[in-house]
Antibody, heavy 118, light 110 residues
Framework: QVQLQESGPTLVRPSGTLSLTCAVSGGSVSSTKWWSWVRQPPGKGLEWIGEIHHSGNTNYNPSLKSRVTMSVDKSENHFSLKLNSVTAADTAVYYC???????????WGQGTTVTVSS | QSALTQPASVSGSPGQSITISCTGTSSDVGGYNYVSWYQHHPGKAPKLIIYDVSNRPSGVSNRLSGSKSGNTASLTISGLQSEDEADYYCSSYTNINTYVFGTGTRVTVL
């Protein structure tokens, strides 16, 4: 069973870049899965950020597309998220997630809280 | 893409059945049988409870069931129990190769 663990800075300055990594254990990031990022701002609902395949193909939320970059590191068996030009609106719990079934997410990381503040 | 529309809250007494709706458009819910549902307890990771409109992952209670009609998907919880108290989100694949979540529904067991 694949397990996921997010890591990265918990505090990011406004206009800076949010960078998170999701470590994959119990499986390979080079599998046929798509690897996703989802976030939840305080008091709000879930928001899909985007997904990446080990081939490097990506799909991003149109509302975030101009600021998002995702990548896969096969040697480290992890995938990453970068979100630039952040504002307070990007403060959220960030989850990484993967698919056992197509078109949904059955495996989730525990989530990591990122605060954008000066 | 706009979030799918869910009622903000639904409540029921133990043993009752409740249904949560999830309304989208022909570009997402109505166009694909790729609607999934998640149970989310605060402070924990979301849990997949329904995929492909009506399929339950292994280990998920058969008290939970999903369906779809047109642009609206639904989640029904039968025999409501205190452990069902949580937030519930639907999600759908879209015609631009993205995903969209619902606005979320808080379920309260009275």
């Amino acid at each position: 069973q694949v397990q996921l663990q997010e890591s990265g800075p918990t505090l990011v300055r406004p206009s800076g870049t949010l960078s998170l990594t999701c470590a994959v254990s119990g499986g390979s990031v080079s599998s046929t899965k798509w690897w996703s990022w989802v976030r939840q701002p305080p008091g709000k609902g879930l928001e899909w950020i985007g997904e990446i395949h080990h081939s490097g193909n990506t799909n991003y939320n149109p509302s975030l597309k101009s600021r998002v970059t995702m990548s896969v590191d096969k040697s480290e068996n992890h995938f990453s998220l970068k979100l630039n030009s952040v504002t307070a609106a990007d403060t959220a719990v960030y989850y990484c997630a993967s698919q056992d079934y197509d078109y949904c997410w059955s495996v989730w990381g525990q989530g990591t809280t990122v605060t954008v503040s000066s | 893409q706009s979030a799918l529309t869910q009622p903000a809250s639904v409540s029921g007494s133990p043993g009752q059945s409740i249904t949560i709706s999830c309304t989208g458009t022909s570009s997402d819910v109505g166009g694909y049988n790729y609607v999934s549902w998640y149970q989310h307890h605060p402070g924990k990771a979301p849990k997949l409870i329904i995929y492909d409109v009506s399929n339950r992952p292994s280990g998920v209670s058969n008290r939970l069931s999903g369906s779809k009609s047109g642009n609206t998907a639904s989640l029904t919880i039968s025999g409501l129990q205190s452990e069902d108290e949580a937030d519930y989100y639907c999600s759908s694949y879209t015609n631009i190769n993205t995903y969209v979540f619902g606005t979320g529904t808080r379920v309260t067991v009275l």
